[in-house]
Nanobody, 124 residues
Framework: QVQLVESGGGLVQAGGSLRLSCAAS????????MGWFRQVLGKEREFLAA????????YYKDSVKGRFTIFRDNAKNTVYLQMNSLKPEDTAVYYC?????????????????WGQGTQVTVSS
């Protein structure tokens, strides 16, 4: 069992930056591909970014390419999402997730473990 805890969310002005962290406990993260998703109340949870086990591959939603960067530090058992040039439409609850098999990482069903989420609010 892997427990994931997100942190780093908060309130930021449009154009600003935030770095989200996803820390794991219970097991090491290194065997897992990792992903970040977000959800606005009343809408579907959407894929943002994913990274393979040793970071040889990364994947992004088109709308966040060039603004968001996913990276991991397996020694610290943590995955990050660096978010720059934030827009009000980026306001959502952000979730990290861990996948045992690195297939279809843009889909929710690929992931076995989820964190509780962290709120990001971008003011205009």
């Amino acid at each position: 069992q892997v427990q994931l805890v997100e942190s780093g969310g908060g309130l930021v002005q449009a154009g600003g930056s935030l770095r989200l962290s996803c820390a794991a406990s219970g097991r090491t993260l290194s065997p897992y591909a990792m992903g970040w998703f977000r959800q606005v109340l009343g809408k579907e949870r959407e894929f943002l970014a994913a990274i393979s086990q040793i970071a040889e591959n990364t994947y992004y939603k088109d709308s966040v390419k060039g603004r968001f960067t996913i990276f991991r530090d397996n020694a610290k058992n943590t995955v990050y999402l660096q978010m720059n040039s934030l827009k009000p439409e980026d306001t959502a609850v952000y979730y990290c997730a861990a996948a045992t098999w690195p297939h279809q990482l843009t889909t929710q069903r690929a992931y076995d473990y989820w964190g509780q989420g962290t709120q990001v609010t971008v003011s205009s």
